[in-house]
């Protein structure tokens, strides 16, 4: 990577491989692929450390919802003595030694502002502070849950109400819309994996409700039940249906905007995050300018058009595997025929 000052004081950086935004499991992935394939890359993350999401914004009881294998990156399988459904600890600690293991060193504290294609060079050119680099190719691996509703990921708040009614509260659970919700094993089997399996044999319409592709035909990823049921059933966990928005807190509780209150201790807000893409990369070609989402005629995973490659989680960490292995396959026939120097005109 090198660099020249620019005359407003700002520093240009010329990074000869792929681009790539966050440090996520996606990011990590990317990486070490792209690592295997002798490719060489930068990586910009926003945060002080890799996994921030996981590391900063989650609670401590959380475990994977989904068996470990589904999980797993590229090249680097969980550890054997790991259970089947990791704690939020344990798979911090895989990620910590898969970044060691594939020197992925990010640099941290590195917020993007702006980002988008100089048609005239074919190059992109990301700005984050003072700083702004210029590559062939842009790897967004931000996620979905790059800026929040709330506090807390949708899929979440019932992990929360189960710890709670387990510790001797009595929570509440505000409910405006109807759920999609799956036992987490079925007869001793991962429903997800079941799914995943029919997939293969049935058609889309018959194994729909755990499908991977579901996001991408608008359908609400299911809630994984992991005992929560129960205790709504057995009155520990107070559910209540079809509630507007809260118009306002009071000394004791809520009040909704039709006048109904209800007292509380706490709130906790679980209202989910969004993806903040649309706040910085400047080309709606391939994104929906209003929620970040992939547009559906953008082939962009797997496939660097126009030098770019986008990894949106609409399969989460299952997704993150495969998306890594096409996106730093495709960026490797690239490399191999692009110069590698700095344009000339950046000079």
Sequence with gaps: ??????????????????????????????????KDR??????????CCIAASWKLRTYE????????????????PFPQHFPTYPTKQQFISYLECYAKRFAVEPLFGARVDRAERDASLGLWRVRAGESEFISRWLVVATGECGGGFGCGL???????????CNNGAHPSMVVRDKLHVLPRETFGISTFGLSVWLLKWLPMRYAKG??????????????LDVGTLAKIKSGHIKVL??????????????????GRKEEFNSVILATGYKSNV????KDEEFFNKNDGSRRRDSRTVGKARMGLCHR?????????????????????????SKPKHLPCELL
């Design 241 to 258: 249906y079809s509630v507007p928005n809260i118009n306002r807190f009071t000394d004791k509780g809520v009040e909704f905007v039709d």
């Design 210 to 223: 755990w499908a991977p592709a579901a996001q991408e035909h608008n359908w609400k990823t299911p809630v």
């Design 312 to 336: 949106f989680h609409a399969k989460r960490l299952m997704g993150a595997s495969i998306d890594a292995r096409k996106i730093a396959e495709d960026i490797a026939t690239q490399w191999n």
């Design 1 to 34: 990577m090198t660099s020249k000052e620019t005359s407003t004081t700002k520093r240009l950086w010329w990074v000869p491989g792929p681009l790539i935004i966050g440090a996520g499991p996606s990011g990590l992935a990317t990486a070490a692929c792209l």
């Design 38 to 47: 002798g490719v060489p890359y930068l990586v910009l993350e926003k945060d």
């Design 278 to 281: 649309p706040s910085w990369l």
């Design 61 to 76: 009881r959380l475990k994977l919802h989904l068996p470990k294998h589904f999980c797993e990156l590229p090249l680097m």
């Design 154 to 164: 949708w899929e979440l708040w019932d992990g929360v109400s189960l710890d709670l």
